[in-house]
């Protein structure tokens, strides 16, 4: 069974950091395209990051570049989301999702699988 299980959420003041982690199960991740996405109360799921299949590659929106990283541990058939400099803007639920089909995306359309979420909360 595909599953993917986000950990990591939590509050945490601005200008602070957080690691969010997405275990993958039922598949191998570095066979996928693999992303994270969030969604803010009343707004769309809005791209975050993500790593191409085909060389590994790592994008990310422009909200976010220079702040966040996203990787991967292949040994560990997880991904993750190193987070820095938080601001409150960046509040909302993490999503961490893959698909197979394409190499590499930004649309959330794209992707066929989807973790649960993980709230991060950036406030004093």
């Known amino acids: 069974q595909v599953q993917l299980v986000e950990s990591g959420g939590g509050l945490v003041q601005p200008g602070g950091s957080l690691r969010l982690s997405c275990a993958a199960s039922?598949?191998?991740?570095?066979?996928?395209?693999i992303g994270w996405f969030r969604q803010a109360p009343g707004k769309e799921r809005d791209w975050v990051a993500c790593?191409?299949?085909?060389?590994?590659?790592?994008y990310y929106a422009d909200s976010v570049k220079g702040r966040f990283t996203i990787s991967r541990d292949n040994a560990k058939n997880t991904l993750y989301l190193q987070m820095n400099s938080l601001k409150p803007e960046d509040t909302a639920v993490y999503y961490c999702?893959?698909?197979?089909?394409?190499?590499?995306?930004?649309?959330?359309?794209?992707?066929?699988?989807w973790g649960q979420g993980t709230q991060v909360t950036v406030s004093s």
């Open positions: 999702a893959a698909t197979w089909v394409f190499e590499v995306t930004m649309e959330a359309n794209d992707y066929d699988y």
């Open positions: 790593i191409s299949s085909s060389d590994g590659s790592t």
């Open positions: 039922g598949f191998d991740l570095d066979d996928y395209a």
